[in-house]
């Protein structure tokens, strides 16, 4: 090794962080380089969850990620939020690894189940992100009446969740993931629980508080319209091992704002079909050409 | 309302067992013949306990007093290291084989032992044996409850990037509590026979054991039962005193 080497190593390690940090500034809000994740199951058997997924989720964009049940839907979303680590690949969240972007809380995320404390209010529900960051209870106030609002449920903030309905507990804990103003929300499956009316009024709100925020979105689901609906692109993964079959990028013309009547439109039943072929993986989808 | 209703409903039946065993009690005494030292009808036992009112109440003081520092420092000591153990897994390991122990160790049993520790003329050793025998189900029924956390809570509070005591002060010990205090109630009534026992061993006079030795051996019976009713209210308070807090606390917190 020669001085004019170690020179030239100090040299480029210092060019890499500024290429970096300037990455960083403009890093997509979720960026998935081959990851996979391969779980040790009972007895030395191993459960491949993940192979081999590419995907890049850009700051603002709506992703669905839609699959038959088991294909690793939730497993990836546990990936972004560093609930799980994958066992190869990369995955960066805002440039950083995804354990930084946690510890940063760059996320918010809503679970399948609400996962409401019983034992607070809906109102303590909401704050507890703000409370756990040590946020002061004038401001925590102010904040989680903004978001009671923002949900529709000003009337039940000091309501225990055991008195809400199951449509309304998942507007609470949605209203949680929000609390910090992420700019990225990772959600498993939020309206699972509900039922088809009170779903489709969800996914409305959903669809206008994030138009309102500006956030990134990574949307688990397995419901073809709902998928459709809410996203600008829709990720179809494969069963196991869980693959990205396709991506259907979804043009909704001129304005961006979903509404109910986007759902009679042309766009949304050509889109949904599209999906469906690639879920049922018929002979005219083509599986890996869309992929990447 | 409900649970109200239910809890008044819960109390008549064993309320009238122990009437138609006091009545059954008495007539059985006063219709063989039998004798006060054999043993003395719910009358004589009444007559007795309310005679010596003023003893019976000062004697339960003491006695009194040693349990609710058995409950107290058991309680807090049994909570600590159970949550202590829930985060360090040998610890647990290692606890498991000391509680399963002291479980089948009546924990009276060390009352002379202790006695020759301490000075006989201090409560010390009787509140040990109180400490004792609460820490066994405060501390089984707490590490219980602490593994009650759903883990859609625990994903949560990692997600949020919660520290370790953020996370066993919102989620882990509010989902224990419950069970926390269903030991806690187990072990208010095991603090007070208990201390009432340790009395029997030795250690300074005053204390209901010590009043029920002392009437026995001077072959006052009725007396010596009238201690016993004495000891039976002590514990029975020690445990509604308990449940009342927990209801009172789980109600206000919604569940
Ligand atoms: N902690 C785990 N240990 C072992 N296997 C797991 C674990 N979590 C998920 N899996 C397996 O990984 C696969 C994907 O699961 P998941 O991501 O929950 O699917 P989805 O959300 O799409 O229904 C399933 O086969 C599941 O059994
Ligand atoms: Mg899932």
Redesign the interface.
């Known amino acids: 090794m020669t001085g004019q080497d170690g020179i030239s190593t100090v040299q480029d390690s210092k060019t890499d962080q500024k290429t970096d940090a300037a990455h960083a500034a403009d890093a997509p809000a979720v960026a998935a380089v081959n990851v996979g994740k391969v779980f040790d199951g009972k007895r030395g058997a191993q459960v491949v969850a993940l192979e081999d997924i590419n995907l890049t989720v850009a700051r603002g964009e709506f992703v669905s990620l839609i699959g038959p049940s088991g294909c690793g839907k939730s497993t990836l979303m546990?990936l972004i939020?560093?609930?799980d680590q994958p066992t190869s690949g990369e995955l960066t969240v805002f440039g950083k690894s995804a354990q930084q972007a946690?510890?940063d809380?760059d996320?918010g995320?809503a679970?399948q189940?609400a996962?409401l404390?019983?034992?607070?209010?809906v109102r303590q529900n909401i704050e507890?992100?703000l409370?756990?960051?040590k946020v002061g209870k004038a401001e925590r106030t102010e904040r989680s009446t903004e978001l009671l609002k923002l949900v529709g449920l000003t009337d039940f903030g000091d309501n225990?969740?055991?008195q809400l309905s199951g449509g309304m507990q998942q507007r609470v804990a949605i209203a949680r993931a929000l609390a910090e103003s992420p700019n990225l929300l990772l959600m498993d499956e939020p309206f699972g629980a509900l039922d088809e009316m009170t779903r489709e009024h969800m996914q409305g709100e959903l669809a206008h508080i994030c138009a309102e925020t500006g956030a990134a979105v990574v949307f688990v689901t397995h419901s073809i319209p709902e998928a459709v609906f809410l996203a600008d692109r829709v990720v179809v993964l494969s069963p196991r091992p869980g693959r990205i079959r396709a991506i259907v990028d979804v043009k909704f013309s001129g304005s961006v704002e979903r509404t109910e009547h986007l759902r009679e439109s042309d766009v949304f039943f050509s889109s949904v079909s599209e999906v469906r072929e690639h879920l049922h993986g018929s002979a005219d989808a083509n599986p890996l050409g869309v992929d990447n | 309302m409900k649970a109200t209703f239910g809890a008044t409903k819960g109390i008549i039946p064993p309320l009238v067992l122990g009437l138609v065993t006091l009545l059954l009690w008495q007539l059985a005494v006063v219709g063989f013949d039998i004798k006060p030292f054999v043993l003395p009808s719910p009358t004589a036992i009444g007559g007795q306990f309310f005679e010596n009112l003023p003893t019976v109440w000062s004697n339960s003081l003491v006695t009194g007093f040693n349990s609710l520092v058995g409950v107290a420092v058991g309680a807090v000591l049994g909570i600590l290291l159970a949550v202590i153990a829930s985060l360090v897994r040998t610890i647990d390991e290692l606890s498991s084989a000391v509680v399963a122990a002291a479980m089948v160790l009546p924990i009276v049993a060390l009352a002379p032992v202790l006695y020759g520790m301490f000075s006989a003329s201090q409560q010390t050793a009787r509140q040990l044996v109180a400490s004792l025998a609460v820490f066994v189900p405060v501390y089984v029924n707490t590490l219980k409850g602490l593994r009650q956390v759903?883990p859609?809570?625990r994903?949560?509070?990692?997600?949020?990037?919660?520290t370790t005591w953020?996370t066993i002060g919102?989620?882990t010990l509010?989902t224990g509590?419950p069970f926390i205090f269903t030991g806690v109630r187990i072990a208010s009534s095991l603090a007070v026979i208990a201390a009432v026992i340790a009395e029997y061993f030795g250690g300074p006079i005053g204390g209901l054991g010590k009043s029920i030795t002392t009437a026995a051996a001077g072959s006052n019976y009725p007396l010596a039962w009238a201690y016993v009713l004495g000891s039976i209210i002590l514990g029975l308070v020690f445990y509604l005193a308990v449940l009342a807090v927990e209801r009172w606390v789980l109600r206000n917190?919604?569940?």
């Open positions: 546990r939020a560093d609930l946690r510890l809380q996320y995320i679970f189940q996962g404390l019983p034992w607070r209010t507890l992100p409370q756990l960051h225990f969740p055991d | 759903r859609v809570h994903d949560l509070m990692r997600a949020h990037a919660a953020q919102t989620v509010p509590l917190r919604g569940s």
